[in-house]
């Protein structure tokens, strides 16, 4: 039982180019989130997905695109990143109980 | 608008110490407060969730206290070891929100506990 696994652990990307975050659970959770986490701030949603088929957007989603490809898995997608979206990103699943699972992060830079 | 705000913003302790974080918030409609632990570079790792009627729980020697009337919260760390240097984070999740779950994120805490 892995819990939130996320790929990758770092990446650096040059300004305009594109990348995918991937994010799975294996806890067969519902609902499945997106946050971004930069300095001085705390965590602000990007994208969430509250069962498979669907996805909304969250505080911050201008610039992204997401996919619930399974109940598993859910990415992040970055079309044409911009040194603004320098950042942590993490991938968190959610249980009926309300219990959150937070993955271990993904550091991108965008030069 | 939902505020979640945490102080000090950093915190030096000599281990073996006990040390308070506060955390005062904002936000309705209230649906639980929950206090996470982020060792650098991981994610925030849950240490206690307390709801409306809750007025205290225990992790170990993690304590949180809730004061839903004044919207206060915090928590105790007793005989600090190195290990808990990390942050500290206040979340508060309010009852609107639905499957977008709607956690308020404080910014942390950062404690270090020196030798």
């Known amino acids: 039982n892995a819990g939130v696994t996320q790929t990758p652990k770092f990446q650096v990307l040059k300004t305009g180019q594109s990348m995918t975050l991937q994010c799975a659970q294996d806890?067969?959770?519902?609902?499945m989130y997106w946050y971004r986490q930069d300095p001085g701030m705390g965590l602000r949603l990007i994208y969430y997905?509250?069962?498979?088929?669907?996805?909304d957007k969250g505080e911050v989603p201008n610039g992204y695109n997401v996919s619930r490809l399974n109940k598993r898995e859910f990415s992040l997608r970055l079309e044409s990143a911009a040194p603004s979206q320098t950042s942590v990103y993490f991938c968190a699943s959610k249980e009926i109980r309300d219990r959150w699972i937070f993955g271990p992060g993904t550091r991108l830079t965008v030069l | 608008k939902n505020q979640v705000e945490q102080s000090p913003q950093s915190l030096i302790i000599l281990e073996g110490k006990n040390c308070t974080l506060q955390?005062?918030?904002?936000?309705?409609?209230?649906?639980?407060l929950r206090w996470y632990k982020q060792d650098t570079g991981r994610g925030p790792v849950s240490l206690t969730i307390m709801t409306f009627s809750e007025n205290t729980k225990s992790n170990g020697r993690y304590t949180a206290t809730l004061d839903a009337d004044t919207k206060q919260s915090s928590l105790h760390i007793t005989a600090s070891q190195l290990s808990d240097s990390a942050s500290y984070i206040c979340v508060v999740s309010s009852t609107y929100g639905g499957s977008q779950g709607n956690l308020i994120f404080g910014k942390g805490t950062k404690l270090s506990v020196k030798p």
């Open positions: 806890m067969n959770h519902n609902s």
């Open positions: 997905s509250a069962s498979e088929g669907t996805t």
């Open positions: 955390c005062n918030y904002t936000v309705s409609p209230f649906s639980n």
